[in-house]
């Protein structure tokens, strides 16, 4: 009797203590991660604590009166043969691992198998199962089991808002630090897995939207013996704040000062989002910030429209990737990810790039630039201009006088980068009507209001992650020769403007027709003259 009854449960108990399970028995290795790394058990207990009820809410989504023991059963036995790899091949699990062991074949399998992993998938894959076999659950009426059901869910969330938004500024900062611990937690790793390869395949089907079909050049440029270079540098969590040109007490775009004269840089430019992942497609595309989603990155972009145009389109990546942006240009990898390079390696490879250049260009440099928290490798020690600099990624072991100084230190070295790539234009100015525009993608918090690093949702973040830099450099000569106003740019300098700018205006800038141009957003509008 007391038996049968230890086998009957209601659904919500069966969730509770499946999911209590699977944290205990499954998920050693990452809590084990969680405490090396925060050096505190209250941290552990209260991740702990947190994950189970995010577990139970999601248990309660998926767990139906026929769902229930084939999913139970399923994640289990998955989980005992993971956990072998893990454990077995310190190996963390992501899509990419995922793909990977997809794709080998029977005789690599038949190679990884031994009686360890026999041992894991019997104790912690079959018993377990067969005990969820086993056991009665009893199930309301639907419409019970659905109230009860959402009694949970509201519960659940309540419980773990609870717990972390009082300690938000901890979580926060340990997650954006530690991203890639979630590989270790089970079965949240290889569900994300498999839904991101689900998810790239439908990308892969989805038909790209074609643009500009209609793009053509209508030269506003007097002298014709020139041809145009431009380049577009995209800057990485720079953040206007901290460029002197904008205001700020330190110098930190002195190496910059000499081409000062020929520079216009804009005080008051709105970001598209707060992460590399955002903005950067958002930068090269023709929807707003409002309007932009994900799904833009299928359709094409300003450096699409203007190879139709007639311009060679060139892309230098020296970040994470260009995020689609180059996929149909010709795209130069400064590094080939295998390590990170500083910026003036990529200043070099440009200047190998444009010696035979002889037609119209748009040139694109992907910064690494300011990119965390590892500020102090983002620069030559040499370049350590301001001191003590924080040298650990650990930002709140840092004081606050050493954060802003190592973060001025790569502020500083983008300048000096800058100077140089301008150097390069300078030098091919017989050949080419040369102009720079540098822009960030997104800001940084460095401490304030307790805010690190960038990536907070675009309604809350404060101004020090969405206010970037903007300018162009361009000399008189070739403000002439281009006819461009700059008297009449001049005057914009202080207005609003935004990553929304970008699209119509690099088109107005490469004198660029077509039905996608809005002059409304090309900041050039009414500072080139049209003869
Ligand atoms: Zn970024």
Redesign the pocket.
């Known amino acids: 009797m007391r038996l049968k009854n230890l086998r009957e449960m209601s659904l919500t108990t069966f969730t509770i203590l499946y999911s209590l399970f699977i944290l205990a028995f499954y998920n050693f290795l990452f809590f084990s991660k969680v405490f090396n790394i925060s050096q505190s058990l209250l941290f552990t207990i209260g991740t702990f604590v947190s994950v189970l009820f995010l577990l139970i809410f999601s248990c309660n989504l998926f767990f139906w009166k026929y769902t229930v023991k084939p999913l139970a059963i399923l994640l289990i036995l998955i989980n005992s043969g993971v956990l072998y790899f893990m454990a077995t091949y310190k190996v963390v699990v992501d899509a990419v691992m995922l793909r990977n062991t997809l794709e080998t074949d029977i005789a690599e399998v038949a190679d990884l198998l031994s009686f360890k992993l026999f041992i894991y998938i019997f104790f912690l894959g079959l018993l377990p199962s067969f005990i969820i076999y086993k056991t009665k659950i009893i199930f309301h009426k639907p419409l019970k089991s659905i109230l009860y059901k959402l009694r949970n869910l509201l519960i659940s969330l309540l419980l773990i808002i609870a717990i972390v938004l009082p300690n938000y500024k901890n979580v926060s900062q340990f997650v954006r630090n530690n991203q890639s611990i979630k590989y270790s937690l089970i079965p949240v790793n290889y569900a994300a897995g498999v839904f991101a390869i689900i998810k790239a395949n439908i990308k892969k089907n989805r038909k790209l939207a074609i643009i500009g079909e209609d793009a053509r050049i209508a030269p506003y440029w007097q002298n014709t013996d020139k041809k145009n270079l431009f380049v577009f540098v995209v800057g990485?969590?720079a953040r206007a704040k901290n460029f002197s040109f904008g205001g700020y007490d330190r110098n930190t775009n002195e190496p910059l000062e000499k081409y000062s004269s020929d520079i216009l840089y804009f005080s008051d430019v709105d970001a598209c989002g707060t992460?590399?992942?955002v903005?950067?497609p958002c930068m090269f595309s023709k929807y707003e910030r409002k309007k932009f989603k994900n799904s833009v990155e299928f359709s094409e972009n300003f450096l699409d429209v203007m190879s139709k145009a007639g311009y060679k389109a060139i892309w230098l990546e020296n970040?994470?990737g260009c995020k689609g942006n180059c996929r149909r240009i010709e795209t130069i990898e400064v590094c080939n990810h295998t390590a990170s390079c500083p910026d003036e390696k990529m200043v070099e490879m440009f200047s190998d790039r444009i010696k035979d250049l002889d037609t119209d260009a748009f040139v694109v440099l992907h910064q690494l630039?300011s990119?965390g928290p590892t500020y102090y490798k983002r620069y030559p020690e040499n370049f350590e201009k301001y001191k003590p600099a924080c040298r650990t990624e650990l930002l709140n072991e840092c004081s606050r006088e050493e954060v802003v100084n190592v973060y001025d230190n790569t502020i500083y070295y983008t300048s000096h980068t800058l100077a140089q790539t301008i150097e390069e234009l300078e030098k091919v100015s017989d050949k080419f009507n040369t102009v720079l525009i540098y822009v960030?993608?997104?800001g940084e918090s460095l401490g304030e209001k307790g805010l690190y690093l960038?990536g907070a949702p675009y309604m809350i973040a404060p101004e020090e992650q969405t206010k970037v830099p903007l300018f162009i450099w361009m000399s008189d000569e070739t403000s002439n020769n281009l006819n461009i106003d700059k008297n009449c740019l001049k005057e914009k300098l202080n207005k609003p403007h935004s990553h929304d700018n970008l699209f119509h205006t690099m088109l107005g800038l490469t004198g660029i027709e077509t039905k996608e141009r809005l002059n409304s957003l090309n900041i050039f509008e009414g500072c080139i003259k049209h003869d």
Request: proline share 0%; no cysteine; net charge negative.
């Open positions: 990485e969590t992460s590399t992942a903005s950067v970040n994470s630039g990119h960030s993608d997104h960038h």
